[in-house]
């Protein structure tokens, strides 16, 4: 075998290895912390009644009342713990053990993965702050937790730090577009970067169905970690694949009938996360094909607010759109995997269009 042919069959061993690795330390994990939300009773006291927006919400509460009361939410802490620990793990045993193994399944990198793991544990921490004050029923928010006006503004901080470190310390000032190249946009990256983190945060919304948020996200965060290993970002893709591994076991658990739902200390991590990924990728652009069923849900929820607000009438009987087509009496497995195989085809076409645009 050839040095090439070596090396590349390590790099796809390592990434196999990373995801059961992963799934490993997750399903160890997870009924651990599945006793302590549900002896701590981590879930609402009363199901959601008002939207956003103040109005109410009486088909979401008679399809969800009883889930809400008694499902722990913040099982998102599984994932986030999950790729803290792997990330910790593999970067001792680099230092600790010699060799050319442990020397590359240490996948912490200044320009790949440092920003990636500080967007997916600030923004998991937010949403765990967010999660303990809805269970306690505390904070100025309806239903308890970290107001909207709040929540936004630290994400928003979030984002500036992330488009400081592209701009200032990696050097990133372009943007590509598929079959014409970069084009510079030099000090309008760091506003793009902020709006495109807003925008895919905003797409949160995508949880509450048993087993819908893991099924969806995965083959989107497989997307991504097959466009990050084509382009040689190889820490990039092992940080994904780690993600990819806690999920999978986040969806044994979370399938129904759930033991647990993220929460937004999963959701808020994964989405503001997603958004990093997309720009270290430099396929930002891909992003609205690629997690297409995340800009219809976060779309469902805008479009039914500002009808709702300048028409006085509703869009969807229930948003996000999944609710509407629960509302409409489709069965909650149904809703769920024909989301994931929606999820599953629009990332296989954002795969397209990205080799298509490398080649021609």
Excluded: C
Excluded at 207 to 230: E, N, Q, R
Excluded at 312 to 323: D, E, N
């Amino acid at each position: 075998m050839n040095p090439i042919d070596q090396n590349n069959t390590f790099l796809i061993v390592r990434t196999l290895v990373l995801f059961i690795f992963s799934f490993g330390v997750a399903i160890l994990s997870a009924p651990f912390l599945i006793k302590i939300l549900y002896k701590n009773k981590a879930w609402k006291k009363k199901p959601r009644e008002y939207t956003i927006g103040g109005g109410k919400t009486p088909i979401f509460t008679s399809l969800h009342a009883e889930k809400e009361v008694s499902t722990p939410r913040m099982g998102g802490i599984l994932i986030w713990w999950t790729v803290l620990a792997v990330t910790g793990l593999m970067f001792a045993a680099s230092k600790l053990f010699t060799g050319q193994f442990w020397g590359q399944m240490n996948f912490v990198s200044r320009s790949q993965t440092w920003l990636p793991i500080f967007a997916l544990i600030s923004s998991s921490l937010l949403g765990l702050i967010d999660d303990i004050l809805v269970v306690k029923n505390k904070g100025k928010y309806v239903g308890g937790g970290i107001r909207f006006k709040v929540r936004l503004s630290v994400i928003g901080i979030i984002a500036l730090i992330g488009s400081w470190w592209f701009y200032f310390k990696l050097g990133w000032s372009s943007i590509y577009v598929p079959f014409y190249g970069n084009i510079p946009i030099d000090g309008w990256y760091i506003l793009l970067f902020v709006l495109v983190v807003f925008a895919t945060f905003s797409s949160s919304v995508v949880d509450g169905l048993d087993g819908l948020s893991a099924g969806v996200l995965s083959p989107i965060f497989a997307a991504f970690g097959i466009i990050a290993y084509i382009r040689g970002e190889y820490d990039l893709a092992a940080f994904i694949t780690v993600i990819i591994g806690a999920l999978a076991t986040y969806l044994w658990f979370n399938v129904h009938p759930a033991k647990f739902y993220m929460g937004e200390t999963g959701i808020m991590g994964l989405t503001v996360t997603l958004a990093v990924i997309a720009f270290l990728t430099n396929s930002v652009i891909f992003l609205p094909l690629i997690a297409f069923v995340l800009v219809i849900e976060s779309a469902s929820v805008l479009i039914q607010l500002v009808s709702k607000k300048f028409f006085g009438r509703k869009i969807f009987l229930s948003a996000p759109i999944h609710h509407h087509f629960q509302a409409l009496g489709w069965p909650e497995s149904q809703v769920t995997m024909r989301f994931w195989i929606i999820s599953a085809v629009a990332s296989a076409l954002g795969l397209v269009l990205f080799f298509l645009a490398r080649f021609y």
